[in-house]
């Protein structure tokens, strides 16, 4: 546990120091939207992962809500970027996200029982506040079209109730 502990406070810090240093509120809006896209597909890798790992039902109908919700956030991002004719770019936040993510994956997976349990807990609850606080104070003050920050803006409200839900899984699981 010691290890995710480690691993979620090198996240947050990646979260933290990335931000500062490049500006994510600088960022363009397709810019954004591959940092989103990112950040779902990094959601559903931990799912897919919980899903392998844990024998909890519990853990199994969260990680199938995030598949599910993750998958259907990014299938409209697309929907729209198509319609927009625009392609989401890559950027030094997105790459950040996918490093921090390996390094949560490769320690979370070495974990099996009610350890791995707690510890995917842990990491959705501090994932989901992470990524939630970027996009509703840096993110969506800052895009400039509309449908985009009106997609930022549900998926926003999709995912503060995965954070309610990975709060009360990890008051659950102590």
Do not use: C
């Not at 959705?124 to 449908?147: C, F, G, K, R, S």
Request: hydrophobic share 45%; net charge negative; charged share 20%.
């Amino acid at each position: 546990m010691k290890n995710l502990t480690t691993a979620i406070a090198v996240s947050a810090a990646l979260f933290t120091s990335q931000a500062s240093a490049q500006n994510v509120a600088s960022l363009s809006d397709v810019e954004m939207a591959h940092v989103a896209y990112t950040a779902d597909n990094i959601d559903i890798r931990y799912a897919h992962l919980a899903l392998a790992l844990s024998s909890n039902p519990d853990i199994h109908a969260f990680a199938n809500t995030m598949i599910r919700d993750h998958t259907a956030v990014n299938k409209a991002a697309l929907d729209l970027l198509e319609k927009l004719g625009a392609t989401a770019q890559d950027n030094f936040f997105s790459q950040a996200l996918n490093e921090g993510a390996e390094k949560i994956i490769n320690d979370v997976s070495v974990l099996r029982g009610a350890e791995f349990d707690r510890a995917y807990a842990a990491n959705e609850l501090t994932y989901h506040q992470t990524v939630n606080d970027l996009v509703e104070n840096t993110m969506i003050p800052n895009i400039d079209n509309a449908e985009v920050k009106a997609l930022f803006e549900q998926g926003l409200s999709i995912f503060k109730a995965h954070e309610g839900h990975a709060e009360m899984m990890v008051k659950a699981l102590k």
